[in-house]
């Protein structure tokens, strides 16, 4: 199976998208209803979408950036309008047709009412609704074309497969399936042929009925026999087999994949010269299953700055990631991008043999700022074994750190006397994911002198000199009465001893 090079550039295009979030106005991709033009365009058209709208209302004005994307990646249509009615102006119509509540998205069908829509406003909601409308609620399937045709509209398809016409009752059960919001995602068919007919043969399928599931993001097609149509939880299936065997990573899957409970498995890659690679890759983690590790390919364009984060600096490369969020742990394989090399460093992985990576900055040649460089490889020597007091700054110079760098550098003007020492860590060149937990960037911690496992973290939102004086003041005092406790602790239990002596 080859990975769908139309649908790869779709996402590409989706992942770039997401970052317009600016709403540019109405266009000529939605049509704009008025008493003048409502009747002949509800009348003359085979499918029409009437947003029914309110200027002064708060959540038309936050579908309309949606309903404007949208109408602008929708496949273009004669027999589609998409449209919208402004209530103020044309108060009569939605009379009419009873509107009480703002935004209501009302489907036409040859000119009579057909449904509202009652789903959410994320765009991507928006436009599986608007493609599956323009459809039968479940298509009738004659001939192979017809399968690469349809199910290249919506992220996954499911056709049933019978040897006859399916009856009344089965066709209500698919059309019942169809409108299932949770399926909102998915076009509907049935095909009629037996196992010599062209699409059997095409698809490999050898029992009938069956049930022909395909997801558009790896070109997969997953074939069911099936008894009864009423055994099949159509929802369920559809849940359990929704991931790719190698995801690609989006904006909008991001966040998803690292709460999944197995690490990642990340290919970095560059997709136009690389389909042949993504083939290759999809059979590895076929053989590698879901079970240990998620695999995912990102699009190096897009994603190339969080491959950095990784140290990465060729591609294709492969990263295994086990923690993200606040630690930063992964591997990094270092070796050929072949097929043997990719399953050997696979292998190590899952039988715990890799060492995890970390990535740093060579080490300064001169460093005698009043804030020193800090690079990961000298953490040991810098901070473990340090024998002075230490406040570690750590940022990213994509943010403008100039009022960060000036507090810090005043205070440390101030305390110049003290036994202090300031670091700052770049920390998209170094990482030490296994030394500290950040939370946030920037972050500033203080470790006391000969504590250097137990650093306090700078928590306040806002930042100034004398806010970082009183955490430097109080961080170091906390740190000196745990020790007086300590020390108490310590004389008692030596006096309790004493006096037991005795
Ligand atoms: C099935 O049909 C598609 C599209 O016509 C074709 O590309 C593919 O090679 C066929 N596969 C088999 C196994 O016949
Ligand atoms: C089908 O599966 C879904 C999701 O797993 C579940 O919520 C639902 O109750 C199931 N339906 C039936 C009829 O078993
Ligand atoms: C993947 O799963 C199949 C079937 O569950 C199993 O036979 C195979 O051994 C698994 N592969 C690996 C590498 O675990
Ligand atoms: C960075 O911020 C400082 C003040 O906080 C400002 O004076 C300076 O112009 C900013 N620099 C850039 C490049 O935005």
Wanted: charged share 30%; net charge negative; glycine share 2%.
């Amino acid at each position: 199976m080859k990975f769908n090079i139309l649908f790869i550039s779709l996402l590409i295009f989706l992942i770039l998208s997401t970052f317009q979030q600016e709403y540019e106005g109405l266009n000529e991709d939605i049509k704009i209803l008025t008493e003048e033009n409502y009747e002949q365009i509800i009348k003359e058209t085979e499918v029409v979408v009437v947003a029914f709208f309110s200027p002064w209302d708060e959540k038309s004005k936050e579908l309309q950036p949606n309903f404007d994307r949208v109408s602008h990646m929708i496949e273009k249509n004669e027999k589609f309008v998409l449209s919208v009615l402004n209530c103020q102006d044309n108060k009569p119509i939605c009379d009419q047709n009873e509107i009480e509540t703002f935004p209501a998205i009302r489907v036409f069908k040859n000119g009579e009412f057909f449904e509202d829509y009652t789903g959410s406003t994320e765009w991507l909601d928006l436009l599986a609704y608007f493609t599956k409308i323009q459809y039968p609620r479940v298509l009738k399937i004659s001939s192979l074309d017809d399968i690469y045709h349809y199910s290249s509209k919506l992220p996954f398809s499911i056709f049933y497969m019978f040897e006859e016409e399916p009856d009344q009752e089965m066709m209500e059960i698919m059309e019942k399936n169809s409108r299932n919001h949770l399926l909102k995602h998915v076009m509907f068919g049935t095909i009629t042929g037996d196992l010599n007919s062209e699409i059997a043969k095409n698809l490999s399928i050898t029992s009938l009925p069956s049930m022909i599931f395909y997801r558009i993001v790896d070109s997969e097609f997953i074939i069911t026999p099936f008894e009864s149509i009423n055994d099949i939880n159509t929802t369920q299936f559809v849940q359990e087999n929704q991931f790719a065997i190698i995801e690609p990573l989006t904006r909008q899957n991001f966040k998803y994949l690292f709460i999944r409970k197995t690490p990642l498995a990340v290919f970095f890659l560059d997709y136009k010269s690389d389909l042949s690679t993504l083939d290759k890759l999809k059979s590895i983690a076929k053989y590698w299953n879901s079970s240990k590790l998620t695999f995912v390919w990102a699009e190096q364009s897009s994603f190339g700055r969080f491959g950095e984060f990784f140290g990465t600096s060729t591609f294709p490369c492969l990263v295994i990631v086990e923690e993200f969020n606040q630690r930063s742990i992964y591997y990094r394989m270092e070796k050929e991008f072949t097929e043997e090399e990719i399953n050997s460093f696979i292998k190590d992985y899952i039988e715990g043999k890799l060492e995890t990576s970390s990535k740093s900055e060579p080490i300064p040649e001169s460093n005698d700022g009043i804030i020193k460089k800090l690079v990961f490889s000298q953490w040991n020597e810098m901070i473990t074994l340090s024998d002075k007091e230490i406040l570690l700054i750590i940022y990213t110079p994509d943010y403008n750190n100039s009022r960060l760098f000036d507090t810090v550098e005043k205070l440390a003007k101030k305390l110049e006397d003290e036994n202090l020492l300031i670091f700052s860590v770049n920390a998209l060149k170094n990482d030490f994911g296994k030394e500290i937990a950040l939370n946030q960037i920037p972050a500033i911690f203080f470790y006391k002198q000969n504590d250097k496992e137990n650093p306090i973290e700078y928590a306040g939102e806002d930042l100034t000199e004398e806010l970082l004086e009183s955490f430097y003041l109080k961080a170091k005092q906390e740190k000196q009465e745990e020790e007086k406790q300590e020390e108490k602790q310590e004389e008692k239990q030596k006096e309790k001893k004493e006096k037991e002596d005795l």
